[in-house]
Protein backbone atom coordinates (compact mmCIF):
# COMPACT_ATOMS: atom_id res chain seq x y z
CA UNK A 1 0.00 0.00 0.00
CA UNK A 2 1.29 3.43 -0.92
CA UNK A 3 2.50 5.61 1.92
CA UNK A 4 0.35 9.04 2.78
CA UNK A 5 2.39 12.35 2.02
CA UNK A 6 2.99 13.84 4.92
CA UNK A 7 1.73 17.91 5.03
CA UNK A 8 4.25 20.55 4.55
CA UNK A 9 2.33 23.22 6.14
CA UNK A 10 2.10 23.89 9.64
CA UNK A 11 -1.49 23.75 10.99
CA UNK A 12 -3.30 26.93 11.75
CA UNK A 13 -3.46 27.66 15.83
CA UNK A 14 -5.46 30.97 16.67
CA UNK A 15 -3.86 33.53 18.58
CA UNK A 16 -4.37 33.05 22.60
CA UNK A 17 -7.03 34.98 23.96
CA UNK A 18 -5.98 37.26 26.66
CA UNK A 19 -7.74 35.76 30.06
CA UNK A 20 -8.43 39.49 30.87
CA UNK A 21 -12.12 39.57 31.15
CA UNK A 22 -13.67 43.44 29.56
CA UNK A 23 -16.29 45.52 32.00
CA UNK A 24 -17.89 48.20 31.17
CA UNK A 25 -17.32 51.74 32.99
CA UNK A 26 -19.54 51.98 36.10
CA UNK A 27 -21.97 55.08 34.75
CA UNK A 28 -22.44 52.85 31.21
CA UNK A 29 -25.98 51.27 32.53
CA UNK A 30 -27.65 53.82 34.51
CA UNK A 31 -26.80 56.34 31.61
CA UNK A 32 -28.55 53.77 29.08
CA UNK A 33 -31.59 53.47 31.27
CA UNK A 34 -31.84 56.96 31.98
CA UNK A 35 -31.62 57.79 28.24
CA UNK A 36 -34.11 55.47 27.75
CA UNK A 37 -36.56 56.71 30.07
CA UNK A 38 -35.74 60.19 29.35
CA UNK A 39 -36.75 59.34 25.84
CA UNK A 40 -39.67 57.90 26.95
CA UNK A 41 -40.58 60.27 28.81
CA UNK A 42 -40.30 63.10 26.56
CA UNK A 43 -42.53 61.56 24.13
CA UNK A 44 -45.44 61.22 26.39
CA UNK A 45 -44.96 64.22 28.10
CA UNK A 46 -45.45 65.86 24.42
CA UNK A 47 -48.42 63.70 24.04
CA UNK A 48 -50.37 64.43 26.99
CA UNK A 49 -49.56 68.14 27.13
CA UNK A 50 -49.02 69.67 23.78
CA UNK A 51 -49.01 72.77 24.64
CA UNK A 52 -46.65 72.92 27.34
CA UNK A 53 -44.52 76.20 27.59
CA UNK A 54 -41.37 74.60 25.95
CA UNK A 55 -42.67 71.53 24.66
CA UNK A 56 -45.63 73.34 22.56
CA UNK A 57 -43.03 75.78 20.68
CA UNK A 58 -40.89 72.38 19.42
CA UNK A 59 -43.96 71.20 17.86
CA UNK A 60 -43.17 67.77 15.73
CA UNK A 61 -39.81 68.12 16.73
CA UNK A 62 -40.16 66.22 20.18
CA UNK A 63 -40.57 62.98 18.47
CA UNK A 64 -37.08 63.59 16.90
CA UNK A 65 -36.11 64.72 20.54
CA UNK A 66 -37.28 61.52 22.49
CA UNK A 67 -36.13 59.22 19.42
CA UNK A 68 -32.50 60.24 19.92
CA UNK A 69 -32.53 59.73 23.39
CA UNK A 70 -33.68 56.45 22.82
CA UNK A 71 -31.75 55.28 19.41
CA UNK A 72 -28.62 56.86 22.48
CA UNK A 73 -29.28 54.21 25.11
CA UNK A 74 -29.58 51.44 22.16
CA UNK A 75 -26.34 52.44 21.26
CA UNK A 76 -25.13 52.59 24.51
CA UNK A 77 -26.29 48.87 25.01
CA UNK A 78 -24.09 47.61 22.30
CA UNK A 79 -21.39 48.74 24.60
CA UNK A 80 -22.57 46.66 27.56
CA UNK A 81 -20.32 43.70 28.44
Known sequence: MPKSKTRKKAVYTPPQKSQ???VSPRWLAP???????IGILW????????NAPFLGDLGQWNLLIGFVFIIFGVVLSTRWR
Open 20 to 22: QVK
Open 43 to 50: IAAWYVAP
Open 31 to 37: TMVAAWI
